[in-house]
């Protein structure tokens, strides 16, 4: 299973934007890059997924290196809700159907 | 409309019971995942069914953990001989497709092996 390396924990102040790296040197050609969150005591949450291309949705954006060994989640501004363990994951997208997550980045809303 | 859910949300159990928990996922997903999280660590998979075939359970990690989703849609984790190593919470989630890519997470079910 590819791997992903993100930094264990990030701050930001509130109303600004942040954004979460996250390595994937080994990322094969047919893997996708998803970000999922935890909230403090609930399940995971889709926050946003790309395989090449730049995306840009309602809660963030996803930015891929050319390469494709790195990318980045970004939250345009910051509120006190987005505090979360924020997960970077490879999903194989010919065989994958499950995810592997890491230990991801909790993020810190300071006010 | 509903989301996934889990029950009980909590389970407290003594070495060596027997476990039963239960996730119903979102109405007309063919897809369901099982995954562990310890305490201060990402989710771990555990299992996975297209509707009622369990297509992979590589995750399990000893033969104490059974799952089954026996008519495509409620799915149970069981666990048996609980030891206090699987403590842990249990999370479902569930997807529209077999490589869909959004999956639908529960709540989750936290277990205490005492």
């Known amino acids: 299973d590819a791997k992903t390396t993100q930094p264990n924990s990030m701050e930001s102040n509130e109303e600004e934007p942040v954004h979460l790296p996250c390595n994937h040197s080994t990322i094969s050609g047919t893997d996708y890059i998803h970000w999922y969150r935890q909230l403090p005591s609930q399940g995971p949450e889709y926050v946003i997924h790309g395989l090449t291309s730049n995306v840009n949705n309602r809660m963030a954006s996803l930015a891929i290196a050319e390469d494709r060994k790195s990318s980045t989640l970004i939250l345009h501004r910051a509120t006190l809700r987005d505090a979360a363990v924020y997960y970077c994951?490879?999903?194989?997208?010919?065989?994958?159907?499950?995810?592997?997550f890491g230990t991801g980045t909790s993020l810190t809303v300071i006010p | 409309g509903a989301g996934v859910s889990q029950s009980p949300r909590y389970k407290v159990a003594k070495r060596g019971q027997d476990v039963a928990l239960r996730c119903d996922p979102i109405s007309g997903h063919v897809s369901l995942f099982w995954y562990q999280q310890a305490l201060g660590q990402g989710p771990e998979f555990l299992t996975y069914f297209q509707n009622e075939a369990q297509l992979d359970k590589s995750g399990l990690p000893s033969d104490r953990f059974f799952a089954e989703r026996p008519e495509g849609s409620v799915s149970t984790l069981k666990i048996q001989r609980t030891q206090q190593e699987d403590s842990a919470v249990y999370l479902c989630?569930?997807?529209?497709?077999?490589?869909?890519?959004?999956?639908?997470f529960g709540p989750g079910t936290r277990l205490t092996v005492l």
């Open positions: 989630a569930s997807s529209f497709w077999d490589r869909g890519n959004e999956q639908f």
């Open positions: 994951i490879l999903r194989d997208g010919t065989t994958g159907n499950q995810f592997y």
